[in-house]
Nanobody, 122 residues
């Protein structure tokens, strides 16, 4: 099992910034591929960003140029730096482990955190 704990959510005004963190624990020998997803009230959960162990990143079109994902493999933590926030960024943000290398073998995984709430409002 992998446990994920998100932090850094809060309420800011449009144009503001937030930095989300997600720390993974459970398998000390593993390095993870991780992603962020979000779910706004009344909407389906959607992909926001991903980062794999070699640092390659992917973003949803709606956040490109405003959000930056990074990862500290040693700390098994991913971060999501969000700038120029808009009211439509309001959502619960979830961290996810998509897979990982444990030792020399890659394992496909699916573990979710409980989420951190981001509210953008004036």
């Amino acid at each position: 099992q992998v446990q994920l704990v998100e932090s850094g959510g809060g309420s800011v005004q449009p144009g503001g910034s937030l930095r989300l963190s997600c720390e993974a624990s459970g398998y000390s020998a593993c390095q993870y591929d991780m992603s962020w997803h979000r779910q706004a009230p009344g909407k389906e959960r959607e992909f926001v960003s991903s980062i794999v162990r070699d640092g390659r990143t992917t973003y949803a079109d709606s956040v490109k140029g405003r959000f930056t994902v990074s990862q500290d493999n040693a700390k098994k933590t991913q971060y999501l730096q969000m700038i120029s926030l808009k009211p439509e960024d309001t959502a619960m943000y979830y961290c996810k482990v998509d897979g990982g290398v444990c030792g020399v073998r890659y394992y496909s995984m699916e573990f979710w955190g409980k989420g951190t709430l981001v509210t953008i409002s004036s």
